[in-house]
């Protein structure tokens, strides 16, 4: 079975900060590994994908993300913060029977 | 493509009433999922089908909950009889094999 932690469900970093959030992996098989943002009483958009080929994976806003194999690990970062990066950050993970299970998420908070 | 469209956005109703939730995919996508997203549990994945076919419904909660596609465009999710505690956000989301799952905006039911 698949599984996935996020570690922290509140992040809060100032504006121009460095961005860092934890997801941390469980699967029996090479996982494809997805972060998504979801913005108040909006659906979630995809930030960035990990399938194969480069660990190190390159979003939308900014964002990137680097798959280490070895720590289970996929986490998330940004090197300048920015006020409209606040919302809810998933990671997922999912194996080729395309089921996509999510970490709990993070708040993320951009003080000014 | 107009994405992943999801009626009503917003679902009031009393406790003992069915309510059917809808789901028009992205045209071309062969995978189709229903979550929903609590407060307590997060994103929980309820069914899923591939080519209109069910694939996993382990997730649904119990019988009181039905999915359906009868074609590539659309799909509903039934809950009859529906009780407080089915108060969520449902999303629906497609995709292509091994490709990210694309969200509708979401249905915000509360049953009172």
């Known amino acids: 079975a698949q599984s996935v932690t996020q570690l922290g469900s509140h992040v809060s970093v100032s504006e121009g900060a460095l961005v860092l959030l934890r997801c941390n992996y469980s699967s029996s098989v090479p996982p494809y590994l997805f972060w998504y943002v979801q913005y108040p009483n909006q659906g979630l958009q995809l930030l960035l994908k990990?399938?194969?080929?480069?660990?190190l994976v390159k979003g939308i806003n900014g964002f990137e993300a680097e798959f280490k194999k070895s720590e289970t690990s996929f986490h998330l970062t940004k090197p300048s913060a920015h006020m409209s990066d606040a919302a809810e950050y998933f990671c997922?993970?999912?194996?080729?029977?395309?089921?996509?299970?999510f970490g709990q998420g993070t708040r993320l908070t951009i003080n000014p | 493509d107009a994405g992943v469209i999801q009626s009503p956005r917003h679902e009031v109703t009393e406790m003992g009433q069915e309510v059917t939730l809808r789901c028009k995919p992205i045209s071309g996508h062969d995978y189709l999922f229903w979550y929903r997203q609590t407060m307590m549990r997060g994103l929980e994945l309820l069914i899923y089908?591939?080519?209109?076919?069910?694939?996993?419904d382990s997730g649904m909660p119990e019988d009181r909950f039905s999915a359906k596609m009868p074609n590539a465009s659309f799909s509903t999710l039934k809950i009859q009889p529906s009780e407080p505690r089915d108060s969520a956000v449902y999303f629906c989301a497609s995709s292509l094999l091994n490709t990210e799952a694309f969200f509708g905006q979401g249905t915000r039911l509360t049953v009172v």
């Open positions: 997922a993970v999912s194996s080729g029977a395309q089921k996509l299970v």
């Open positions: 089908f591939n080519n209109n076919v069910p694939i996993d």
């Open positions: 990990y399938t194969t080929g480069a660990t």
